[in-house]
């Protein structure tokens, strides 16, 4: 059984950044697709970035509100995926899950669920 635990989360400035950590155990996932998606109160869960690696290319996607603020990574040694954010906004509050899927290739669908930590950014 795979489990994933997310870190990272906390309270922080409009500008400031943070760093989440999602760290895999029961199976390695060095090339599985891991997302990050998040989920602001009382709006549905929304995509947030992807990694994929295959045959040893990473491949990385985000959606566009996120787009030069955030930074997914990967340290394959860990099994761990990072979220880097930077430049934080109010409208990033949200609980942010990360999800991974062992397809390949990837076809859309996550196989796991980590169960999310929250990120507030006050203005």
């Known amino acids: 059984q795979v489990q994933l635990v997310e870190s990272g989360g906390g309270l922080v400035q409009a500008g400031g950044s943070l760093r989440l950590s999602c760290a895999a155990s029961?199976?390695?996932?060095?090339?599985?697709?891991v997302g990050w998606f998040r989920q602001a109160p009382g709006k549905e869960r929304t995509f947030v970035a992807r990694?994929?690696?295959?045959?040893?290319?990473?491949?990385?996607v985000y959606t566009d509100a996120v787009k030069g603020r955030f930074t997914i990574s990967r340290d394959n040694a860990k099994n761990t995926v990072y979220l880097q954010m930077n430049s934080l906004k109010p409208e990033d509050t949200a609980v942010y899950y990360c999800?991974?899927?062992?397809?390949?290739?990837?076809?859309?669908?996550?196989?796991?669920w980590g169960q999310g930590t929250q990120v507030t950014v006050s203005s």
């Open positions: 999800a991974v899927s062992f397809d390949l290739p990837f076809r859309g669908t996550y196989d796991y």
């Open positions: 990694i994929t690696y295959i045959y040893s290319v990473g491949s990385t």
């Open positions: 029961g199976r390695t996932f060095s090339s599985a697709a």
